[in-house]
């Protein structure tokens, strides 16, 4: 068990997940994390929820913190920080996880040195199956380095990565979950189409993409070995999957992607 004090500004989609995931885990008992957010009946819901101590003061969350996440959506890290840069320790490692907030924006911020790791988790994180991406800026120690991981493992999985590769972690992980929902959903409305009842779609849907997704991970085979693997010669997939490529299934989440990670880029200036 981790015995570091957790703070969070900021109790939205991704700081809620993230909460839920490092309760729910194990790693760190609700007594030792602490969040603050805008109104009283979003810090009495995550109290409820989770069981942690709550405060409509973010310098109390930033005074007590030794990792404190900044949850906060991008346009209100520049209000947020002129609150609480006084009063962070200096041994305090901050966690930013908006998207477009680069290092260099972040420190300037602060307006002096700070240990501070860019990260970009997914809300998946709630059922403790993130994928999240660390950066570190030259202050933190590996050490340092290795506790914040251990938080995000604690959800799901992370990799560390330069920074230049953030924004393209923002579409591939950070923003992909709302691709993968809207394919369940398709799956789910065909098989209602075709007569299944929905709540049962649902499951198949899911638990197919849940599995196909274990099977890339587990397997370590390339999807395209996979995919030949399911398709027999004139059979029933190799059907869907033309169709698929008929409808210009590839290019358009890559396209899709890439617009989001250019968004990404976008906001980064």
């Not at 409509?56 to 920080?81: C, G, M, R, S, W």
């Not at 959903?185 to 849940?210: C, H, I, N, T």
Request: with cysteine; hydrophobic share 45%.
């Amino acid at each position: 068990m981790l015995e570091k004090n957790i703070g969070f500004i900021g109790c939205g989609n991704m700081g809620s997940a993230m909460i839920g995931g490092i309760t729910g885990s194990g790693l760190v008992p609700a007594s030792k994390v602490i969040a603050s957010a805008h109104t009283s009946a979003t810090v009495e819901k995550i109290k409820d929820q989770f069981g942690i101590r709550t405060t409509l003061d973010n310098q109390t969350v930033a005074k007590e913190a030794d990792i404190l996440f900044l949850a906060v959506k991008p346009y209100l890290y520049a209000e947020v920080i002129r609150e609480i840069k006084d009063v962070v320790s200096e041994d305090a490692v901050i966690v930013a996880i908006a998207a477009g907030q680069s290092i260099e924006k972040i420190e300037g911020c602060f307006g002096h040195p700070v240990k501070l790791v860019r990260s970009m988790p997914n809300t998946p994180a709630m059922v403790l199956e993130a994928m999240s991406a660390l950066t570190p800026n030259d202050n933190v120690t590996p050490e340092e380095l290795d506790t914040v991981i251990s938080i995000f493992n604690s959800f799901g999985k992370c990799e560390v990565v330069p920074e230049t590769l953030m924004d393209a972690v923002t579409g591939v992980s950070g923003s992909s979950p709302a691709y993968v929902y809207m394919f369940i959903e398709a799956m789910a409305d065909a098989a209602v189409w075709d007569g299944m009842p929905r709540a049962q779609a649902y499951k198949f849907a899911a638990q197919s993409v849940l599995g196909a997704a274990k099977m890339v991970l587990e397997t370590g085979k390339h999807p395209g070995e996979l995919k030949d693997a399911v398709c027999s010669p004139g059979g029933t997939t190799i059907a869907a999957v033309a169709a698929l490529e008929k409808q210009n299934l590839r290019s358009t989440v890559m396209n899709a992607q890439h617009a989001c990670t250019e968004k990404s880029k976008e906001m980064s200036k």
